[in-house]
């Protein structure tokens, strides 16, 4: 099986579509992953906007320029910056879902938390470290300013992006393991339905993610559905197509319930 083809997009900018046709009505607000941005959801968004949907992608703070930008920022910056964009979309549309990869994915954890949401994908989500260091990340940030970024062995080709984060600034980490905390002990408050995609081999997020999940979060509609061929950035990834075709069923499904459910 071959992966996605490998584009090479002008810049890390927010993405946005207003929906047409049956589906305008349901919004999607994605949320991509730390040191990430919008170009590893695009794939993703413009399948959906190509059903018909009314999609969101925003470049979260400190993103898509530099790791210096992003050890300007705080965890309350990214989520404020997707909240704002999952707001603007509902005010918008009928039903308004929230979705995310990896880091994103806490963040979309947190916002069905405190939000009324009618469901929620998750690819890879992250509540959790492989590096065992990160438990002393909050001393170790000041004796330490940077470290490598993690690389996977076989990852998913990367979208081309005129920015720089050769670097991972500890601070940063610091602020990633307290949004992990917060997304975590908001799980027992996420009702709504919710779809995690995970990866055989992902080695960025480790397996307790998905079971921390499993464990505390409140839907009672939970499903998971295993990627065996994709590393961690699985929506550029062979089994992308799993994660669109998948999602998209899901955000119909869940959509026509809800509007169901309130006419009744």
Known sequence: MERMTERK???????????????????????HGFTGSPLSMLPWA???????FAVTVPLLPGHGTSWHDLATTRWQDWYRAFEQSYLDLAATTESCFVAGLSMGGAVALRLASLHDVPGVVLVNPGLS?????????????????TTDPIVEDSPAPELIEDSDYSKTPLQSV???????????????QVKAPALVFKSSVDGVIPPSSVDT??????SARLKVVTLPHSG????LDVDAPTIF??????FRRHAN????????
């Open 9 to 31: 997009p002008p810049a890390a900018a927010a993405f946005h579509y207003a929906g047409h046709g049956p589906n305008a009505s349901t919004g999607v607000a994605i949320c």
């Open 46 to 52: 413009e399948y959906l906007a190509g059903q018909g």
């Open 129 to 145: 470290f492989y590096d065992r260091r990160v438990k002393y990340v909050g001393a170790l940030k000041y004796v330490m300013r």
């Open 174 to 188: 610091h602020e990633l393991k307290k949004l992990f905390r917060s997304a975590t002990r908001g799980l027992n």
């Open 213 to 218: 999940i499993r464990k505390h979060i409140d």
């Open 232 to 235: 961690h950035v699985a929506t």
């Open 245 to 250: 075709e998948e999602s998209a069923a899901f």
């Open 257 to 264: 319930h809800r509007v169901a459910s309130e006419s009744s």
